[in-house]
DNA sequence: CTGGGGATGGGGCCC
DNA sequence: TGGGCCCCATCCCCA
């Protein structure tokens, strides 16, 4: 017989416990601030503290310090209020630092959860857009702003630690249901104030953020990339440069937002994720609208932009490549990364530069790499030239067994997936469902800029 | 160490 | 709305 509140209450009793300071094993330091905890629930809860505990398990008789300097005591809060009661306090103000805490801390669940509360504030506000215009002419009473809690299903199921999944796993459900179609919304309402006064002013000036980012002197994308591949290399190690510039520069993104809050009554620029006034909307401004990021100054005219645009903070690289492993964010990344590096497209000798054709060059291949060199370039190096109908089955895979058991582990991970003859020659392209739970890590990092 | 070129990623916009 | 093309910025590798 299973007593289906015993996980909640036990929790319940870790958190009273937690609150008076009983038994606490652990003290995080966040920028001076002391909090208490349980080494078990902190170990069960963060890919971080699980290494970090692992490490000093030798030491249980003395308690573990751990110290933060890289997000603040308040989003630490959040968090570890979310570990020892299932609830996430997100608000529009916290979710880009509670969702790069995360990030550090390895909390994949609350990066998920952080993920679908931006997705569907864009969702819903669209939603509601479209329900204000309709209904523009009735009086809309506005509700009361408060934060939206994101209550897990942990204490739903039988096992406290499987039970509560990421939304991602589930976010159909996640989003139809009570946090996401009413409170998100409201808290939608929050980020989307934020991104309202922002555009109020950034509107007509209009920099876009390549701008912002050469005055900021922020390099365009390959930081992220890199905190991303040298946390990989790390493997959950201590990373702490890339990703504190990573959080400090969400935080400077935060600040010039606060900087920018001046001018809150200025609705001179209509764009998509602001939160439409109470005034009658005004048909001329419809085709101004634009889409704002909600987490960076950028706005799109389209939706299907700012999609695209939401890949490079999400970290979704939802085209793999099937020869090397190697994920884009865009099908035509792949296509090209595909045709330079391992079709041999470009109509170049490698080694003289000069143009070869079918006749006058050949395929050379260096591992996954395929490139052509000219007949005379290829008996100087002495090269083994490959046909250029060499196909799949000749695979350059065969040559790196790493990449072909990364291959065939993807192959059943997904062997449900769609799969798509792109071209007959050997280009699979395969997208991959971005809310399919299994390579949640590799695939949803947030990108915060 | 440095410059050049290739690879990659992102934005605008057309179809 | 998605796909695709073009352009540009940045990073990285190599000579």
Request: proline residues 4%; charged residues 30%.
């Amino acid at each position: 017989m299973e007593i289906s509140s015993h996980q909640f209450h036990l929790l319940e009793q870790l958190n009273e416990q937690r609150k008076q300071d009983l038994f606490c094993d652990c003290s995080i330091l966040v920028e001076g601030k002391v909090f208490k905890a349980h080494r078990n629930v902190l170990f069960d809860s963060s890919g971080y503290f699980q290494m970090l505990l692992s490490q000093s398990s030798k030491e249980t008789s003395q308690p573990t310090i751990a110290t933060f300097e890289v997000f603040s005591p308040e989003t630490f809060m959040v968090i570890l209020d979310f570990v020892y009661s299932g609830i996430l306090s997100l608000t529009g103000q916290n979710v880009i630092e509670v969702m790069s805490a995360a990030s550090y801390l390895q909390m994949t669940d609350i990066l998920n959860v952080c993920k679908t509360f931006i997705k569907s504030s864009l969702d819903i506000n669209e939603k509601e857009k479209d329900h204000y215009l309709s209904l523009s002419a009735k009086s809309t009473k506005s509700e009361p702003a408060h934060p939206s809690l994101y209550r897990s299903r942990r204490k739903a199921k039988s096992n406290p630690r499987r039970s509560y999944s990421a939304p991602d796993e589930k976010a159909n459900t996640v989003n139809e249901n009570s946090w996401s179609s009413y409170s998100s919304y409201l808290s939608s309402q929050v980020i989307l104030q934020r991104a309202e006064t922002q555009l109020s002013k950034r509107g007509r000036k209009q920099g876009s953020t390549r701008k912002r980012r050469k005055h900021l002197g922020l390099s365009q994308t390959r930081d992220f990339v890199q905190c991303k591949s040298n946390k990989a290399e790390r493997a959950s190690g201590g990373c702490s440069a890339s990703d504190s510039s990573h959080i400090s520069r969400v935080r400077e993104e935060v600040e010039l937002d606060a900087e920018n809050n001046v001018d809150h009554d200025d609705y001179g620029y209509n764009h998509e994720s602001e939160v439409i006034p109470k005034r009658e909307l005004d048909p001329d401004d419809l085709p101004r609208m634009r889409f704002k990021c909600p987490f960076c100054t950028h706005t799109v005219k389209r939706r299907a932009d700012l999609k695209r645009h939401l890949r490079c903070h999400t970290g979704e690289r939802p085209y793999p490549c099937e020869v090397c492993g190697k994920r884009f964010t865009r099908l035509e990344h792949l296509r090209n990364h595909f045709q330079t590096i391992h079709q041999a497209g470009k109509l170049i000798c490698r080694k003289c530069k000069r143009h070869v054709t079918e006749l006058t060059g050949c395929v050379v291949q260096q591992g996954t790499r395929r490139y052509r060199l000219c007949h005379k370039c290829l008996a100087e190096a002495n090269f083994d030239s490959i046909p250029d109908d060499l196909d799949a089955e000749h695979s350059p895979v065969s040559s790196t067994g790493n990449k072909r058991s990364k291959w065939a582990l993807e192959e059943e991970q997904k062997s449900d997936e769609e799969t798509m003859e792109e071209e007959p020659y050997n280009l699979v392209v395969r997208h991959v469902n971005d809310d399919a739970p299994d390579d949640v890590d590799e695939k949803v990092k947030p990108n915060l800029r």
